[in-house]
């Protein structure tokens, strides 16, 4: 993806991060990242502190909110189930790269 006004290639580097509830304050208790730039890979367990401590200090260090999780009712019951976390957050940047070879 070129930026018209810039004349740069652009990457997506995507954070998801997995809240304590839906408020974007909450804090983290599961994440994923994803580098498009191809610069650095993650693993699951790879680092035992989160990236930021919640969804809004994400936001303040320039990562853009591009989808949360449906807020569904759960039946009684539901809140002992482990099999997956609800609040779920997309985070992107898009990241220029100086020296990209041309993709087109």
Not at 69 to 96: C, I, M, W
Request: proline letters at 6%; charged letters at 20%.
């Amino acid at each position: 993806m070129t930026s018209p006004v810039q004349n740069k290639t652009l990457r997506q580097q995507v954070l998801i991060l997995y809240l304590q509830s839906s408020n974007l304050d909450s804090g983290v208790i599961g994440w994923s990242h994803y580098d498009g730039t191809g610069r650095t890979i993650n693993m699951a367990g790879d680092s035992e502190e989160p990236p930021y401590k919640t969804g809004l200090h994400a936001l303040e260090q320039g990562w853009r909110l591009f989808q949360a999780s449906q807020l569904n009712p759960h039946a009684p019951g539901d809140e002992f189930r482990t099999s997956y976390l609800k609040y779920e957050f997309f985070f992107e940047k898009l990241v220029a790269l100086e020296d990209a070879p041309d993709h087109e």
